[in-house]
Every structure is written in structure tokens, then in C-alpha cells.
């Protein structure tokens, strides 16, 4: 099972290098969770026939429809969901006071830990980021490749 916020592993890459040198880094702390730990803290939800999350989240992102999506191990389709009413998921992953909004009122709460709605939303989002950053490179590298070979052609003949 997932570990609390506060207990979260964090493996920066500055991990151990004393005060001053951490202070001049500007990684993340907290790398958040992997596909592995997203999917099995996603199966802990309850998917409430009222999702208390949904309402009591700011933005209105439907949390039930995209944590299934995660299940379902969907993650672009779990980050296009989020983005039908955020389109600043990474950021608010990080920065939301979730624990007052969406994960307060999750009613897992009642039994011990919410689900974690923020760090999930988090991933899918840094996901889709990753995934796009690296399609785009690949169609670039290509693009110039073909432009290269066309160049090339021209100046034989």
C-alpha cells in the first residue's frame, strides 16, 4: 500500500550532499509515484456513487472517472480527463492544499487514508508531459533526418 504524504520516499538528485549544495539545486524532492504505485493507489478508491471528491474539489475535476482511467492503466486518457477542467494539472499536483479540498473529503478519510488524489494527478500529468516531450523529439529527429537526406540528394545531383 501506498505511503502517506508525509511519509513519501524522496530520492532527489542531491539526496545526501549536505545544506549548501541542496540549496543550489533546483530538482524535485518528492519524484512522486511511478506507474506501478499510481495504479495500485488508484485500485484503493471506492468509486462512491457521489463522489464527495468531485464536489469538493475547486476546479470540479471528476476524480472518480480519471482514477479508473489510471486502473484501467489509461494514463493519457486519465490526463485528458483532468484537463476537461484543469488545464494546470502539474501544477496544481503539486501545489493544490488538496488535504483541505478533494482528499479531505474523500471518504476513505473515514477509515484512515484518502486516496491520494493530488499525487495521482500529479503523475498522469508529468506522464503525459514525458510522453509528449519524448513523441515530439522523435517526429523532430525524423523531420530533420528527411530534411538532411533531401539536402544531401541536392548536392549529388
Do not use: W
Request: proline letters at 4%; one cysteine or more; charged letters at 25%.
Amino acid at each position: 500500500m501506498p505511503k502517506s504524504r508525509a511519509h513519501q520516499d524522496a530520492t532527489p538528485a542531491h539526496a545526501g550532499a549536505g545544506a549548501v549544495v541542496a540549496s543550489q539545486q533546483f530538482t524535485e524532492v518528492n519524484l512522486g509515484y511511478s506507474a506501478e504505485l499510481a495504479r495500485q493507489e488508484a485500485i484503493r478508491c471506492l468509486e462512491c456513487a457521489k463522489p464527495t471528491c468531485t464536489h469538493d474539489c475547486p476546479v470540479g475535476v471528476k476524480v472518480k472517472d480519471f482514477v479508473q482511467l489510471i486502473v484501467a492503466g489509461d494514463f493519457m486518457a486519465a490526463a485528458a480527463k483532468i484537463r476537461e477542467d484543469n488545464v494546470l494539472p502539474a501544477v496544481t499536483g503539486r501545489v493544490c492544499p488538496q488535504e483541505d479540498h478533494c482528499e479531505g473529503a474523500c471518504l476513505l478519510k473515514k477509515k484512515g487514508e484518502s486516496l491520494g488524489i493530488g499525487y495521482l494527478e500529479r503523475f498522469v500529468a508529468d506522464y503525459e508531459q514525458t510522453t509528449l516531450r519524448h513523441h515530439h523529439h522523435c517526429e523532430s529527429t525524423t523531420n530533420r533526418e528527411k530534411s538532411c537526406d533531401r539536402r544531401q540528394r541536392g548536392l549529388r545531383g
